[in-house]
């Protein structure tokens, strides 16, 4: 993405230039109130999706006991289901009426045709490289807490990711590169980003990004998703559409979601188990495809490395364009983070994390009272 992207975009750009160089006249309302009422609900909406996140775990743990007798697909289809209620559909339509549909609100037609799009598309290796990067420090940040409760959460999504079902494997893949990339995105790029833009649109990725990283609900995903969300959040203000990275987005699980469907081939499983093994395994043609795979996500991941540094030296030509508003960011921070219902919404994404006292609580609570 070039100067001239930029450019044009802050030539285009309608947002209000209030800044406090140059204050507000002094008939027009103070931003403050209004922000402070975003990020009052912005805290609500996150409360709803982990006390959702914890109502699906206990639910989960009383379900499965029932039904374990259930074939694998049968499994991974309950799986999705509970899924796609309990982490998407509750939380997105709390959003939708405790945000106040800002996507309407906002006047933007988030699903516009994307300006530059071929120049966006361009830099996605810059940032699928930062984001395993950052994936990659995180796992070697586990490891220094392996044994502990905190070590646990670097490594939830291992085991839930493995499957050695083809069947299994293409429902993992829908989940993950069709059903969460669309509704995570008209979320937080539209819903969350779009509520918080006319304050700046800086503060806005950021944002959005790091409730993007907490809504995964462990440390093995939290930081390379944060860091993943802030760069599809510069994408969405720059291309002024979600429809870009709903795409990238959707590429970037892809890339995991065919590493999955490679390794749940049978020739694929014994190859790496005789490898584990210390053994000789055979070699088809679907291990050399899980080699070549291999060896092009490393490429892609090397020169995704590369160009993110070379956009990093040249970030005062890659800037979005800025928001100029009464309200300074440090008291913007400032605001955000201490309303209450943010406050709150941060103790029960600890507990999710960590400690899972709640979820733990509940579902005691509930197999006493039905003696399960």
Known sequence: MSEEILENISAENTEPDVSLEAPQEPNQPSLVPGFKSVCLRLGLTMIVVFASRILCNVLSGVIYPWVEDLDTVPMYLLNLALSVVFLYAIPMVAAMFILKRPIKNSGR???????????????????????????????????????STLGESFHVTEDALVTTEMSSALIIF?????????????????????????????????????????????FEQFFYATALGIF???????????VTTTIMHALFNSISGCMILLTADENVGNYLIALERGEE??????????????????????????????????????????????????????????????IISVILAMDCFIWNFLSVALYTGIANIFHL
């Not at 361009?122 to 490289?129: D, K, L, R, T």
């Open 281 to 342: 395994g055979v070699i088809t043609f679907s291990v050399g495809l899980y080699f070549a795979w291999l060896a092009l996500v490393m490429i892609l991941l090397v020169v995704g490395v590369i160009m993110a540094i070379y956009k990093f030296t040249k970030i005062k030509k890659y800037r979005v364009p800025k928001v100029q508003t009464e309200i300074s960011a440090p008291r913007r921070w400032g605001i955000f983070l201490s309303r209450y219902t943010v």
């Open 232 to 242: 599809l959040g510069y994408i969405a203000v720059s291309t002024q559409s979600i």
């Open 109 to 147: 037609n988030i699903y516009a045709k994307p300006k530059y799009f071929g120049r966006a598309m361009a830099i996605f290796p810059a940032g699928y490289g930062i984001a395993i990067l950052v994936r990659l420090l995180t796992m070697l940040l586990g490891s220094l807490f392996e044994g």
């Open 174 to 218: 829908f989940q993950t590169t069709v059903i969460a990339p669309i509704l995570e995105e008209l979320w937080y790029r539209g819903m969350v980003m779009e509520s918080l833009r006319p304050y700046g649109n800086g503060f806005a990725i950021f944002i959005s990004a790091i409730l993007f990283g907490m809504t995964h609900s462990n």
